[in-house]
């Protein structure tokens, strides 16, 4: 009896933890817990549409000095995000390699 009702149980467990997986963004996202407060989170959401507008940018079109100064609004909003509790930053694999060319880059 205990044994199907451990089966059970642990099959809804493996149920409900799949019900919530989400397909990988691509990216740099700002994730916001449960621990964050409601002026953080709005912050947040004001960052990351920040992000998503830097992200939009053709960065071949941009000049040296512009892409710096892009990389170092991005660094601001990382280290604005950093000190905000419960917000934390995601960086998709998609922008790891934009970072690389940059650095390359320049």
């Known amino acids: 009896m205990k044994g199907k009702f451990f089966l059970v149980a642990l099959m809804s467990v493996f149920s409900f933890a799949t019900a919530n997986a989400k397909p990988a963004e691509k990216g740099t996202r700002i994730i916001i817990t449960s621990k964050a407060s409601k002026e953080d989170a709005a912050r947040a959401m004001v960052l990351q549409k920040k992000i998503d507008s830097i992200e939009a940018l053709d960065f071949n079109s941009l000049t040296k000095a512009e892409k710096l ?17 419960g917000v934390y930053i995601y960086l998709g694999g998609g922008v790891l390699l934009v970072i ?7």
Request: no cysteine; net charge positive.
């Open 100 to 106: 690389l060319l940059l650095l390359i880059l320049l």
């Open 69 to 85: 100064q892009v990389k170092a609004e991005m660094d601001g909003i990382k280290k604005e995000a950093k000190k905000m509790e």
